[in-house]
């Protein structure tokens, strides 16, 4: 499928490509996908794993892509759960926003305490909220600086 408008997050390829990007939003980049932290959340460590290329259907994977994937979920989840102490994590792909219709995965660590009204879907309560609620940069690039390490030390 090709995209004719403005995709955001080819933009944000493009510019870890070009070495612009900050730590939390360069966390970890493989031959097909990249680490990044959530911009826009107010709950630390939600991960997202962006495809390196523009797709917009997971089926429009290779066969290379899909099995890089499957082992970069695994062990993103596994360095999630020792950085934030997660009790598991939930894994969601829709790519339907408007300026996010590009192939990626939320990576959300759910916390033993997590607030029973803030589970399952309802952890998307946590994402696209106001500035002065998101995460700080400082804690991003903590929790980026700890998974990277972790998921450095399994290549």
């Known amino acids: ?3 004719t408008g403005t995709c955001l997050t080819c933009e944000l390829v493009r510019r870890r490509d070009e ?3 900050p730590l939390w939003d360069n966390i970890h980049r493989t031959d097909h996908w990249d680490v990044v932290h959530s911009y826009n959340t107010s709950l630390p460590g939600w ?4 495809a390196r290329r523009h797709i917009e259907a997971i089926d429009e994977l290779t066969d290379k892509e899909a099995a890089e994937l499957g082992v970069l979920l695994q062990r993103t989840s596994a360095a999630l759960r020792e950085v934030v102490g997660c009790a598991k994590t939930y894994v969601i792909q829709f790519a339907e926003a408007a300026e ?3 192939v990626h995965f939320h990576v959300i660590p759910r916390m033993a305490d997590q607030p029973e009204e803030r589970r399952s879907l309802s952890i998307f309560g946590y994402l696209g909220v106001p500035e002065a609620e998101r995460v700080s940069e400082e804690k991003m690039n903590q929790i980026a600086v700890g998974v990277r390490r972790l998921i450095a030390n399994e290549d």
């Open 1 to 3: 499928m090709t995209h």
């Open 19 to 21: 070495g612009h990007a």
């Open 47 to 50: 991960l997202v794993l962006i």
């Open 100 to 102: 996010h219709p590009h």
